[in-house]
């Protein structure tokens, strides 16, 4: 469903991270209530709507963090660039060999 805000061309991310935080915040709301109408003690009640406002705040502060690293122009330091390279894990390695260590102990002959 389309939004009746009007849209800001180069403010689209901080528009998605208010709907979020909005969404959040009624969430830190709704689900106390929704505890409390269920027969949870006011103060477990109370205990999850802190804990749900401690999140939300800290995912917040994130958020906005990572948005204003985003909208950062990268730093000119004259150093070379170099492609970014991802991690390939634990149990992804590549090429020939790459087997190492393990249980086997040689050939497909069952153990036992």
Known sequence: MPSSRPHREGHAGDDRTTELIRWAAFSCVLVP??????????????????????????????????????????????APQTPYTPHRGRHQRTGTGSHRGGRHSGGSTPVG
């Open 33 to 78: 209530v929704v505890l409390l109408w269920y027969g949870t003690s006011l103060a477990g009640a109370a205990g999850t709507a802190l804990g749900l406002a401690a999140v939300t705040a800290v995912c917040r502060l994130l958020l906005r963090r990572s948005e204003r690293c985003a909208a950062r122009p990268p730093a000119d330091t004259g």
